[in-house]
């Protein structure tokens, strides 16, 4: 059996030996390392892609730094503001009605804005020039404080469901989505 001797030292006091008992540590230490190792992995199952890179003053100079980009203004309980902008010249902005929509899928109810999918499929139809390149293919979400995270995913939805009409399509035969998602820092 696996165990610990435990031996008192000299001295005129009788002297106490015992083991310990070894088994039920290791047995809790292989549980401990199975939960770990299994619930790494359910880290990774709803995770939000989205960054914030974009490309600097100091990119390629090759490269024109006056890209087309869409921002993506998101407030708590206002209407959703989509600009087109071309650096810092605003070409072309209107506001989306926040008008969303309940859905059930299983026991869970999901929000989704099917107008502001509708109208950002629209813009990357009516300017699929300046959305051409990778660099101009980001929408820029500018959020606040008070916007609640279910929200902030159904709009990050409502831009994954705008699929690029141009591009071939992927191995399921679904075309592409057209834009990412970087955040604004504030």
Do not use: C
């Not at 087309?68 to 407030?75: A, E, T």
């Not at 708590?76 to 009605?97: N, Q």
């Not at 299983?106 to 509708?118: C, D, M, V």
């Amino acid at each position: 059996m696996a165990g610990v001797s435990v031996e008192s030292g000299g001295g005129k006091r009788r002297s106490l030996d015992s083991e310990i008992n070894m088994i039920p540590m290791i047995d809790l230490l292989m549980v401990t390392v199975s939960f770990l190792l299994i619930t790494a992995v359910w880290t990774h199952m709803s995770r939000l892609d989205g960054t914030t890179q974009l490309p600097s003053s100091n990119a390629d100079p090759g490269k024109p730094q006056d890209v087309g980009r869409l921002h993506l203004d998101v407030r708590a309980s206002e209407p959703f503001h989509v600009s087109f902008r071309r650096g810092t010249a605003v070409i072309d902005g209107f506001d989306v009605p926040r008008d969303g929509v309940r859905v059930h899928e299983g026991q869970t109810e999901i929000t989704r804005y099917p107008e502001l999918s509708a109208k950002l499929q629209e813009i990357s139809r009516a300017h699929a020039v300046d959305l051409s390149n990778a660099d101009s293919r980001v929408v820029v979400m500018h959020t606040d404080d008070e916007l609640r995270f279910g929200d902030l995913v159904a709009v990050m939805d409502a831009v994954a469901a705008v699929k690029d009409p141009n591009a071939r399509p992927s191995r399921g035969g679904v075309p592409e989505q057209a834009f990412r998602v970087s955040f604004a820092a504030k």
